[in-house]
């Protein structure tokens, strides 16, 4: 549908041939509330909405009587709001989603009521909450346009201080409406989708909403949340979409609901955030606090927490798409130890079945003879083995019968193509429902043949996508698309965490909730300087998205312009490798070699940045544990560490690997960048040169050897001091701090084994 500049149309999604309306949908508008009354420990409001014409000039429709409904408002600690209206659908006090720490208890709230406004504290006496009654002030002269529409006036305050107001009047005259305070549609005349506004400051920023490939602040955008397979990582195509975002007001928003929704980032208004959920229920977390890293805490307590990964999952992986035997694994598994290039994963990918692609959950009988003694023997060479694997299955799958008899799949009504990445042209004829316990206890036990053998992690690939012309036990379609990673990953962690004891998985796709089954990477991002960019501002917002861990394919996924068989450039592999040294995670994988020792003029740099992440594992270790009990990930954004500093809202290329780091990759060929330094004394890690920070580094130049990559004066960075093959070699009691101060003269004098 074209643009046409009317929110109507554009953001709640109306035909803009209104006659195709006629007898099928109506908006309707909230009014001022006309009660207020205690509910439980919270509050209920009954709010009347008035019908509004079909037209391109939003009007009141008279002739049709209002609906009232009930807004409930609920104080979850000193910090939380919940803002929820059912339209006809209950609202769920749990879901998936869900899993509040202990310490999330709810507050009772008290009403104060005058003729002009409602005011709804706390039972510690702090404002949560205000409805307007008061009418504008007018001073008439001129009857020319209509007086303005009837209109819901609310702020709440989720901290007590921040102020949150629904948009009442974001308007240019009264039937050109960009935003509306609270609305919802009806379809055949039943509710059917909801949307909410909230006002937003002429200079406010907005991030988050997981996994965003765009610039730091979202102002200016409208991103519809659907899961979807990528493809890469420079669209508005997302594997990871996640209802909440962070204002550089410092407030947050988490929108419980796993149905498809748009958020409209001060774009269709610049007055308004607006939102719209395609199901009639609203159920809105409002958080406020004193910094980034608390709102992100706050939600966490909301949603969950991750455990630590194991220290082997810090080590290298290395993969590609894909090995194919025994005998292809062993010989690269023995030359990266030859060639002393310390490792701990080799991840099998797609070729490890009888057939490339056709995923049962078992080894190729000839190229893997005897599995157990495959993977025992690369355990004690050091190697924990990865298997991918994904949840859709094929009419020439080994368990198709078994899983369409009992009804492990969504049964398919229709013949429908999957519109996510197939290099195989296998028919997958049905996702496993894992919404039917049965179905999940089935594919559990799948995976825990082979982690019993010794396996170590299971790759959950897709996920993003499901089979939407096909009936699921417990969801419809549309509800479970977005919420299908979430129970996708949590099956395929609790059974490695039961049988392994490491709660682990290597996931792509992502919905609220998931952080707490990591770890996660940036999905399939093209071996260029492009997809080096856009995989770090996914990996940035996702982290402020709740999400502590993150991972990108090394050094790129797919060749540009051959996507199996172009080459990769040395620098690009160099550059990237770097990146991945100060990432959470580094995995190596791509649709072509990826093994350092087949790019011999840089081998030796690349052997050389592998042993400085091992000898960094400490340090990577010891801001991981953070990440499980903190709002912090262990790869942030600069503006959680500096959220008064305004630059900081804008920087999408730099980023703090933990607390003491302030890392600057090099995505380009000409070994030049600038870089923003933020206020403090910073020293560079790799020459010990001091520099005050509050500037602008213009042009700087590194060469390939080197990286641009910053400490805070007087850190203690904690590293390992010995050379190592994998983790197994490692005891963490041998670790030594370093003292960035005036005697460090970079991170090399360090590290004579490298």
Known sequence: ?????????DFLDFNTDLSLEEGVSRLWKACNPIDISQNGQGVVLTVPFQCQLLSNEIA???SISRKNHKVFLRAFGEKILRVSVGFDKEILESSPMLEMADDVQEMTLKIEKSSSKWVVKDNNGVLR??????????DHWSDLLPEPEESMKATFYPDGKK???????????????DAMCLSFVETHGAPSKVSISFHAKPDEKFVGTGERFSKMDLSGNTFQLKNQDGQGVNNKRTYKNIPFYLSSELYGMFLHTSTYCKFSMADFSTRSVQLLVEEPVLDVFLIGEDSPEKIIYQYKKLTGFPTVPPLWTYGVWMSRMTYFSEEEVNEICDRLRTEDYPCDVIHLD?????TDWLCEWKF???????????VSNLKKNGYRVSLWQMPYISEEAEQYEEAKANNYIGTLNGDIIQGGSNFSNLDYAGTIDFTYPKAVEWYKDLLRELLDMGVACIKTDFGEEIHLDANYHNMTPESLNNLYALLYQKAAFEVTKEVTGDGIVWARAGWAGCQRYPIHWGGDAAASWDGMAGSLKGGLHLGLSGFGFWSHDVPGFHGVPNFMNSVIPDDLYVR????GVFTSHIRYHGTSKREPYYYPNIASTIRKWWKLRYALLPYILQESKKTVSTGFPVLRALLMQHPQDRMCWHIDDQYYFGADFLVAPMMNSENKRDVYLPEGSWVNFFTGEKTAGDKWLRHIEVPMEDMPVWVKEGAEIPIYPEAVNCTDDMDLKKSVNIKIDTNFRGIWTYLDFI
Do not use: C
Request: hydrophobic content about 35%; cysteine-free; charged content about 20%.
């Open 1 to 9: 549908m074209k643009q046409t500049n009317h929110q109507f149309f």
């Open 60 to 62: 009141p429709d008279t």
């Open 129 to 138: 909450a205000v409805f307007d009654l008061s009418t504008p002030e007018i």
């Open 163 to 177: 102020a949150i107001t629904v948009s009442a009047y974001d308007q240019f005259f009264p039937g050109r409406m």
């Open 350 to 354: 797609t070729g490890w079945f009888k």
């Open 364 to 374: 190729n009988s000839e190229r893997f003879p005897d599995p157990t003694r495959f």
């Open 576 to 579: 990237w490798t770097q990146f």
